[in-house]
């Protein structure tokens, strides 16, 4: 089993930032991929950024350019660098990690709330 905890959120005024950070342990070797997905009330979750092991990141079309998702493996952390938040970026930000072997098994943390004030 993994366990992801997050932090970092809270509450900032548009064109802020935020960082929010996941940390990783458990059975740390069975991690592939590792990502961020948010939700906003009343929205279905969506994927905000992932990061393979090794390889190119991926970022959603509404963040490019304002946010970045970074790894740092010796750690068992995933960072997400929030820069000019907007309103619209206001949702419950879940850090996710894909099982390297069994395609179908992620893992997910409790949720980190971000609020971003007009």
């Known amino acids: 089993q993994v366990q992801l905890v997050e932090s970092g959120g809270g509450l900032v005024q548009a064109g802020g930032s935020l960082r929010l950070s996941c940390a990783a342990s458990?059975?740390?070797?069975?991690?592939?991929?590792m990502g961020w997905y948010r939700q906003a009330p009343g929205k279905q979750r969506e994927l905000v950024a992932a990061i393979p092991r090794g390889g190119s990141t991926n970022y959603a079309d509404s963040v490019k350019g304002r946010f970045t998702i970074s790894r740092d493996n010796a750690k068992n952390t995933v960072y997400l660098q929030m820069n000019s938040l907007k309103p619209e970026d206001t949702a419950a930000y879940y850090c996710?990690?894909?099982?390297?072997?069994?395609?179908?098994?992620?893992?997910w943390g409790q949720g980190t709330q971000v609020t971003v004030s007009s």
């Open positions: 458990g059975d740390i070797f069975s991690i592939g991929s």
């Open positions: 996710n990690a894909a099982h390297r072997f069994i395609p179908t098994k992620a893992y």
